[in-house]
């Protein structure tokens, strides 16, 4: 099971290319070096089970969440590329994908958020982040968040299931956001939709959630 993650919200601007390249060593490279030790043994025994937590960002990049988004994405490429190749050898590759988990990852990560320096990027971005951002995160998390237990729980079941999923959704509210981007391909309607609820109708968005 493959869990190591750190996380990072903000203006691009505002981020270091040192603490881009940190998080995506952690989030992806962390996962690529234990697949390279476990999978050779795997492949010889032909049997095995590869679980990756992911994230509905692996599926979705969300505003503000770019370079977070973008490590997770990669670590689903990365499993959906070996997968087929998994298979051939008997072995699962399972990707847990949650949306907001009630921890104190996520504590942290606000925290810091709140009391960054936003002087690097313009003040109307700053002011998006900081006034609509944050605040509408706070309604995500309080209204669809899961707890650490209840994504153990999912886990465990993925790990026991006999015919192992190679993804699994564990919050059904992101079912509606990943149709949409299957939906349209050229990503013209899940684009529109997500500017709509930040820019346009925000108020409508919390209150839906709350």
Known sequence: VSNAGVGMAGPLECQSLAAMQSLMDTNFFGLVRLVKEVLPDMKRRRRGHIVVISSIMGLQGIVFNDIYSASKFAVEGFCESLVVQALRFNVAISLVEPGPVMTEFETKLYEEAER????????????????????????????????PEDIAEHTLRVIEAARPPFRHQTNVAYTPMAALKHADPSGALITDAFYKLVFKYDAVLRFGLR
């Not at 313009?122 to 998390?141: G, H, M, W």
């Open 116 to 147: 960054a320096d936003y002087s690097r990027t313009d003040p109307e971005t700053a002011e998006i982040f900081t006034k609509v951002y944050l605040r509408n995160s706070r309604d995500v998390f309080t209204s669809l968040g899961q707890t």
